[in-house]
């Protein structure tokens, strides 16, 4: 199995709400990260989890938490979030070890978020 | 600190060449080139390293030229399927897992 895998593929939630996205993969890749990605624009590197581990947080705001249940899973819970927090939310993976030198990156399709 | 992309776009018709720069004002431990077409994960194409090692696709050429901190990608005989959005990313520092993509370059082939 070489790919990613994200649910759900579009998500539709008001201001109030408490949902989360769920991320996938079993490559064996000991690195997964979150990105939120603009139209026409680029990801922006959200977290960062290595062995399961936090080791990224780019100053998200908190009604973003990231967790990490297992090398193989990577889940985003989103509450009260905002308008401007719809985007596109990408979740990638990557073989790193500590020193190593190749840290290409397999993106998942994403979840296209929609805050009403 | 985002690299610089150029040419923001290009338009090609089918067979014919284009490169695609990125540049950064910081020192690079590696550069990662990324195509994402419309509606699609961005899909992995080449990742260069600091010392001159490469991994990519075969189809694929890149440079890497430390001294300027620049990087291009190298797309010949361009096929439809080449449209789409090129991205680079660069990493400051080995190991540090953060990658800081550049606005895209976006492509366009044309029968």
């Known amino acids: 199995d070489t790919e990613v895998t994200q649910t759900p593929k579009h998500l539709v939630m008001g201001m109030t709400n408490k949902k989360s996205l769920k991320c996938e993969q079993h490559?064996?890749?000991?690195?997964m990260y979150w990105y939120k990605q603009k139209a026409k624009k680029p990801p922006e590197l959200m977290f960062v989890y290595s062995y399961e581990k936090l080791s990224i947080n780019e100053s998200v705001p908190s009604r973003f938490s990231p967790e990490c249940p297992n090398s193989s899973l990577l889940n985003l819970h989103l509450h009260a979030l905002q308008p401007e927090d719809s985007a596109l939310y990408l979740c990638a993976s990557s073989p790193w070890t500590s020193g190593s030198s190749y840290n290409e990156q397999f993106f998942g399709p994403g979840t296209r978020l929609t805050v009403l | 600190q985002q690299p610089v992309q150029s040419p923001q776009a290009v338009i090609l018709r089918e067979g014919e060449d284009a490169v695609i720069n990125c540049s950064s004002s910081?020192?690079?431990?590696?550069v990662h080139w990324y195509r994402q077409k419309h509606g699609e994960a961005p899909v992995f194409l080449m990742i260069l390293l600091k010392g001159g090692e490469q991994k990519g696709h075969e189809k694929i050429s890149a440079s890497f030229n430390e001294k300027k901190q620049q990087s291009s990608l190298y797309l010949t005989a361009s096929q439809l399927s080449y449209s789409g959005t090129y991205f680079c990313g660069t990493e400051v520092q080995g190991g540090s897992e953060k990658l800081v993509f550049g606005k895209g370059t976006k492509l366009t082939v044309n029968p």
């Open positions: 910081k020192a690079l431990y590696s």
């Open positions: 490559m064996g890749h000991r690195a």
